[in-house]
């Protein structure tokens, strides 16, 4: 016999103590996932301050999907694009980042940023009966095009927010460990697992800004050249 405090009542099906427990552990599962590990920030400049450009030698700083509004949050005296549009101005270039490598030298930029640029890179495309992984592809391009050192900074609506589902372009769903755990020392699995990463960053900072996006920055950890 089933005592009464043993019994709950779910959507019309009567649960025993097993389901019980079951039910809970589920809710408590389901709230580790969606609670936030990493701080607010108020803004990107607040979360970059430390890393601004003060060297006397040129700095060059990378924009990726930038359209026409060129951002350079770290003052780097030179600020260069990528974008779909080819005719946006002679500081940018026409690239697919989706299909197409960055088209700059290895080791050429301090910076690379990403605003809303991230969740537009698909994680898997069939391309001439071959499956590529161009999320992780897009990952191996910002490493190489960094110098040793050089930061990466994104700014990514992220799972839980609607903002991360809701707009019907975005391809891919990053979570607050998808940087961390995936491109990041001291294990970055999308290298050890045999994904195709080939780089290794540093996660300097991640915090969330707007409570619907998550801002990173990463260091490119590769040898002097």
């Known amino acids: 016999m089933i005592r009464p405090v043993e019994i709950l009542i779910v959507r019309g099906r009567t649960m025993d103590h097993r389901d019980v427990?079951?039910?809970?552990?589920?809710?408590r599962n389901i709230e580790h996932n969606l609670r936030k590990?990493?701080?607010?920030?108020?803004?990107?400049?607040?979360?970059?301050?430390?890393?601004?450009?003060?060297?006397?030698?040129?700095?060059?700083?990378?924009?990726?999907?930038c359209g026409s509004a060129l951002k350079n949050p770290f003052r780097a005296h030179?600020?260069?694009?990528t974008d779909l549009r080819d005719d946006i101005g002679p500081l940018i270039k026409q690239a697919d980042l989706a299909v197409e490598s960055i088209p700059y030298p290895s080791n050429y930029f301090n910076y690379c940023t990403a605003f809303d640029?991230?969740?537009?890179?698909?994680?898997?495309?069939?391309?001439?009966?071959?499956t590529r992984y161009c999320f992780i592809e897009l990952m191996?391009?910002?490493?190489?095009?960094?110098?040793?050192?050089?930061?990466?900074?994104?700014?990514?609506?992220?799972y839980p927010s609607?903002?991360?589902?809701?707009?019907?372009?975005?391809?891919?769903?990053?979570?607050?460990?998808?940087?961390?755990l995936y491109f990041c020392e001291p294990d970055p699995l999308a290298k050890t697992i045999g994904y195709g990463f080939k780089g290794t960053f540093e996660l300097v900072k991640q915090a969330w800004i707007w409570n619907n996006s998550l801002v990173g920055i990463m260091r490119a950890i590769k040898q002097e050249h």
Not at 42 to 49: F, G, H, M, Q, W
Not at 118 to 129: D, F, V
Not at 168 to 179: A, C, G, Q, R, S
């Open 37 to 65: 590990k990493y701080p607010p920030t108020r803004s990107v400049d607040e979360l970059v301050t430390e890393y601004l450009s003060n060297s006397a030698a040129p700095t060059k700083s990378l924009d990726l999907g």
């Open 117 to 130: 640029f991230i969740e537009h890179i698909p994680r898997n495309y069939w391309i001439n009966g071959k």
């Open 140 to 158: 191996n391009e910002i490493h190489r095009i960094l110098q040793p050192g050089g930061l990466f900074l994104h700014l990514t609506p992220a």
């Open 21 to 27: 427990n079951s039910f809970f552990i589920s809710a």
């Open 162 to 180: 609607l903002q991360a589902f809701q707009d019907p372009t975005h391809v891919n769903i990053i979570t607050e460990d998808t940087f961390p």
């Open 78 to 81: 030179e600020a260069y694009g």
